[in-house]
């Protein structure tokens, strides 16, 4: 199993910035696709942002031009540089990361615990 630790959400103001963070660890894997998701109170959680493993992005409509996905392959780690934040984006944000496990080469998921982004206008 991998485990991931977010960090980095918080209470920032309208046009703000914040920067969340994801690290993963656990036995022997290789990481694959990596990706953020955000929830909002009454509403299902969406796909905010994905990187591949070449480094190919894609982004909801609704943060393009204003968030950026990253990844440090050494660290098994994603990054979202979150920009010009709006109220909107409010919710709890969990990133999710792809994995082999090398011992089977089975393909397996696993969530973060959340980190929560209060948005003041």
């Known amino acids: 199993q991998v485990q991931l630790v977010e960090s980095g959400g918080g209470l920032v103001q309208a046009g703000g910035s914040l920067r969340l963070s994801c690290a993963a660890s656990g036995m022997t894997f290789r990481v694959n696709a990596m990706a953020w998701y955000r929830q909002a109170p009454g509403k299902q959680r969406e796909l905010v942002a994905i990187i591949n493993k070449g480094g190919t992005t894609n982004y909801s409509d609704s943060v393009k031009g204003r968030f950026t996905i990253s990844r440090d392959n050494a660290k098994n780690t994603v990054y979202l540089q979150m920009n010009s934040l709006k109220p909107e984006d409010t919710a709890v944000y969990y990133c999710?990361?792809?994995?082999?496990?090398?011992?089977?080469?089975?393909?397996?998921?696993?969530w973060g615990q959340g980190t929560q982004v209060t948005v003041s206008s």
């Open positions: 999710k990361v792809d994995f082999t496990f090398l011992l089977n080469g089975g393909y397996y998921s696993s």
